[in-house]
């Protein structure tokens, strides 16, 4: 790996970053019921010098040009066409063993998901939320670096609030001491709502975009949403929320749990599942989805 690959991608793993997650938000009642959170192994102390580095990396290059330089390049979906299954073949190659938490494959992982949500009853296209909701980090495997993939999500355009991780490196973005950009509501107007914010470039964003033709505004809220954590755990940007944008968040909040906490070594059934999810992904998709 070159230098440069390495000081990109200082994760192990991009799953690195969810278990990350685990340690600062570690309650899910409505999912964690009975579960020990304690299971979900610490890294130690270098690893998590890893997570920080990453974060250093996101809050420098995540600007405001370069989240419309990314929208500009991906969101002519001119980088493959695929089925469903061949993304996630694609996506699959994405497994590290570094992960301390589970050897599972991404769509075992995301199987993993969208089966909690079906055990507890929830519509059937929250489902297939679950199963779609990382998806965009075949982002990673078109040769963008993990801080341009992974991570938590937030407005770029405005000034960045105190409230996100490790905010103290946003110091060293070029945002943060433009006029135009580093205002409470930059280049946006006071409740403007979210569809009119521009958020950091990553696997929510190009999600959401892919499957904003074919699912129900709650699972397009869902997709963007999910690692919106300066929102939904901080309230950090209600200053830009139209009504729609606060009624909505209730099925993102809804949705969070279930991807926080629904990792397990328990491999899901996929030869008995298959036939379930083909169904599902028929009843909402096309034959091939555009990349």
């Known amino acids: 790996m070159s230098n440069l690959a390495q000081t990109s991608n200082p994760l192990t793993s991009l799953d690195e970053w969810e278990d990350d997650l685990l340690t600062r938000y570690p309650d899910a009642e409505a999912i964690a019921a009975g579960r020990d959170t304690a299971e979900y192994r610490n890294y130690e102390a270098e690893l998590k010098d890893s997570v920080r580095e990453f974060y250093r990396l996101q809050h420098i290059n995540q600007t405001y040009d370069f989240v419309l330089e990314k929208k500009a390049q991906y969101l002519k979906f001119e980088k493959a066409e695929m089925t469903v299954w061949e993304a996630f073949d694609f996506l699959n190659q994405l497994v590290d063993d570094s992960d301390p938490d589970t050897d599972l494959d991404q769509l075992q992982h995301l199987l993993q998901t969208s089966e909690a949500i079906r055990a507890d009853g929830r519509p059937d296209w929250m489902v297939l939320t679950g199963l779609f909701h990382d998806l965009g980090k075949v982002l990673c495997l078109f040769g963008e670096p993990q801080w341009a993939v992974v991570g938590d999500s937030y407005p770029v355009g405005c000034a960045f609030s105190d409230k996100i991780v490790f905010a103290e490196y946003f110091k060293d973005n ?109 009843k909402y998709l096309p034959a091939t989805l555009k990349f």
């Open 174 to 282: 070029k945002d943060h001491y433009d006029p135009r950009y580093n205002t409470k509501y930059g280049v946006y107007e006071p409740n403007c709502g979210l569809d009119n914010v521009n958020m950091t470039w990553g696997h929510d964003e190009y999600i959401y975009h892919i499957m904003k033709p074919y699912l129900p505004i709650e699972a397009l809220y869902m997709l963007r949403y999910h690692s919106f954590y300066p929102q939904h755990r901080e309230n950090a940007y209600s200053h830009l929320m139209a009504a729609d944008d606060h009624r909505l968040f209730k099925a993102v909040n809804q949705f969070n749990p279930y991807d926080l906490y629904s990792k397990s070594p328990v491999v899901p059934d996929w030869k008995k599942l298959r036939p379930y999810y083909e169904d599902l992904v028929a």
